[in-house]
């Protein structure tokens, strides 16, 4: 909740208090109200079946592998960059100090 929607709750809620109604009945019914406004708007997007959180569960599994999957990727590219390159190095300096020829 955003600092606007709080202090304009809290205005009318002393605004209600101040007309004679129940503070406790004004709680009550704030909460009622935001349990109903969270299953509607759960429902909107569809999380409010029963199989949802299996879902979103499995979801989350999804997302935490595709990630794993793409740091692995890159540590093994990263590697056989590495790998590629001191490679080269050792072949060029092969070619520089003549070792080529030794071995023709």
């Known amino acids: ?3 606007e929607n709080a202090a304009m709750l809290a205005r009318l809620m002393r605004q209600a208090e ?3 109604v129940d503070l406790v009945t004004l709680r009550a019914l704030v909460e009622e109200a935001s349990q109903a406004g969270a299953e509607r708007a759960l429902g909107a997007i569809g999380l409010n079946e029963p199989g949802a959180r299996r879902d979103m569960d499995e979801l989350r ?3 935490q592998a595709w990630r794993d999957a793409k740091a692995s990727a890159w540590k093994a590219a990263v ?3 590495a790998r590629f390159g001191l490679a080269a190095l050792l072949v060029g300096m092969a070619v520089k100090l003549g070792f080529a020829e030794m071995l023709a």
């Open 1 to 3: 909740m955003t600092n």
């Open 18 to 20: 101040a007309a004679g």
């Open 79 to 81: 590697g056989w960059v």
């Open 61 to 63: 599994e999804l997302l």
